[in-house]
């Protein structure tokens, strides 16, 4: 049974950081690719970060590039999201899922979800 548990969200102020994790049982990021999926409220969920089955090719979604980074701690078959320079506009569920491909304009093809974490920038 696969199993993607996502971790470290919270409130924080504009400017903060943050890290979330996700760990995978059932499955290894070996062979599958990760994404971190974001929905703000009202809005549709987009794609913010992805790296490759093995971790040899990453994608950041325009909004975050520069600011968030995605990595692969092969040991604990976990993926992290580093995210700093936080912006209110960042506040959603973030979501991590695995997919046997590495999609990075659509997410419905991914195939295993979490359940997702809050992530909040307030002022």
């Known amino acids: 049974q696969v199993q993607l548990v996502e971790s470290g ?6 400017g903060d ?3 979330l994790s996700c760990t995978a049982s059932g ?5 599958y690719a990760a994404a971190w999926i974001r929905q703000a409220p ?4 987009e794609i913010v970060a992805v ?6 090719l990453t994608f950041y979604g325009r ?3 520069e600011r968030f980074t995605i990595s692969r701690d092969a040991a604990e078959n976990r993926v992290d999201l580093q995210m700093n320079s936080l912006e209110e506009l960042d506040t959603g569920v973030y979501f991590c899922a695995a997919g046997l491909a ?3 304009r659509d997410w419905t093809p991914y ?3 979490g359940q997702g974490t809050q992530v909040s920038v307030s002022s």
């Not at 969200?9 to 504009?14: A, I, Y």
């Not at 499955?27 to 062979?31: G, P, V």
């Open 63 to 65: 909004s975050v590039k």
């Open 102 to 104: 590495m999609e990075v």
């Open 51 to 56: 790296i490759a089955r093995g971790g040899g």
């Open 42 to 45: 009202g809005k549709e969920r």
């Open 27 to 31: 499955l290894s990021f070996d062979e």
């Open 17 to 19: 950081s943050l890290r």
């Open 9 to 14: 969200g919270g409130l924080v102020q504009p």
């Open 111 to 113: 195939q295993f979800w």
